[in-house]
């Protein structure tokens, strides 16, 4: 069974920095390529960050270039999202997802695996 669990979610003044886990389990981690999306009440899910396992290759949606950080612990199964300098703009639901490599478009989000999502307040 394929299973994606994100921690790490919290309340943070802006400024301030949170670190998201996705732990994986189920499908070959190194054949796929994972990424973090997100969803703000009232608007739609858009992609914050992904990476392939297999190369290390990274996406970057333009407002979070320079805050925050995808990477992979390969020998944990897990990818974190480092968020600094947190602005309340980026408060949403963040969702960890799943793709074969082979179907991995940068900047898309679809995913063929979801997790159950973890919640960022970021406070003014």
């Known amino acids: 069974e394929v299973q994606l669990v994100e921690s790490g979610g919290g309340l943070v003044q802006a400024g301030g920095s949170l670190r998201l886990s996705c732990a994986a389990s189920?499908?070959?981690?190194?054949?796929?390529?994972i990424g973090w999306v997100r969803q703000a009440p009232g608007k739609e899910r858009e992609g914050v960050a992904s990476?392939?396992?297999?190369?290390?290759?990274?996406y970057y949606e333009d407002s979070v270039k320079g805050r925050f950080t995808i990477s992979s612990d390969n020998a944990k199964n897990t990818v974190y999202l480092q968020m600094n300098n947190l602005e309340p703009e980026d408060t949403a639901v963040y969702y960890c997802?799943?793709?074969?490599?082979?179907?991995?478009?940068?900047?898309?989000?679809?995913?063929?695996?979801w997790g159950q999502g973890t919640q960022v307040t970021v406070s003014s």
């Open positions: 997802a799943a793709v074969d490599w082979t179907n991995w478009v940068p900047g898309e989000i679809d995913y063929d695996y």
């Open positions: 990476i392939s396992i297999k190369d290390g290759s990274t």
């Open positions: 189920g499908f070959t981690f190194d054949d796929y390529a």
